[in-house]
């Protein structure tokens, strides 16, 4: 009988720490996806109940490395392109914006409400330098699609030693 206990306890002890080992990679792999949201004045005199009201939202993407180019794809659900403001600094993107309040449903009772609105920035580190003249970048179905050239190894400055 005590080897079973062990035996238990030892199962245990291992579905504990894959369940651990889960939650650290979920929340590493988010933790730079969450964007807080800052809402206007608007909000503050449309909600009744402000604790409510979300500042937080997971705006998920991807950052793809390829031969010439580097691709980010980043999630803008309710987003309109002219709300939204892209720029490159340094080797980082900066996606700033703001999620207007949909106005159809002031004054109604709020029985769950997980979306937040307000104004936003996202920066975004590139793996590479990038030319910001070959940017483009397109919004189709929420989700926003920038596409950088990589700078070519002759235009980088190399500083030689003496």
């Given at each position: ?32 996806a ?33 031969d010439?180019?580097v ?85 980088r400055?190399?500083?030689?030693i003496?």
């Amino acid at each position: 009988m005590p080897l079973e206990l062990n035996e238990l306890s030892r199962s245990l002890g291992e579905a504990w720490q894959n369940i651990s080992e889960g939650w650290r990679e979920l929340l590493n792999r988010s933790n730079s996806a969450l964007t807080r949201f800052f809402p206007g004045k608007d909000a503050n005199e449309k909600f009744d109940d402000r604790a409510a009201f979300p500042i937080w939202a997971m705006l998920a993407g991807e950052v793809i490395d390829k031969d010439k180019s580097v691709i980010v794809y980043l999630e803008l659900p309710g987003i309109n392109r002219e709300d939204c403001d892209i720029r490159i600094e340094d080797r980082k993107l900066r996606i700033c914006g703001e999620k207007q309040l949909e106005t159809g449903h002031i004054g109604e009772r709020y029985y769950m409400m997980e979306r937040a609105y307000g104004k936003f920035e996202r920066i975004i580190p590139l793996p590479t330098d990038v030319d910001p003249e070959s940017a483009r970048a397109s919004l189709h179905n929420g989700v926003l699609k920038i596409e950088l050239a990589k700078k070519h190894d002759s235009e980088r400055h190399r500083i030689n030693i003496e």
